[in-house]
């Protein structure tokens, strides 16, 4: 079995932690964030990261010096 790593940013578990995080820092101040908010939220970013990452993988390759092979 072969294990894959994959960059911080697209684990759902750092992004529900910092959502849960964030959501307990704003319960103090009144603002409630119920549980289906916060899966929306993480959702949300994950969406937002893999587009970011795609994006810079085409920029990147565009502005690339060398060709590419086989």
Do not use: C
């Not at 810079?56 to 060398?66: P, S």
């Amino acid at each position: 079995m072969r294990i894959t790593e994959k960059p911080w940013w697209q684990s759902k578990t750092i992004w529900g932690g910092a959502i849960a995080v964030a959501s307990g820092a704003l319960g103090l101040f009144g603002i409630d964030v119920d549980a289906a908010t916060q899966d929306v939220v993480v959702q949300n970013i994950l969406m937002i990261t893999s587009g970011i990452g795609g994006l810079l993988a085409i920029y990147g390759r565009l502005k690339a010096e060398h060709t590419l092979g086989r």
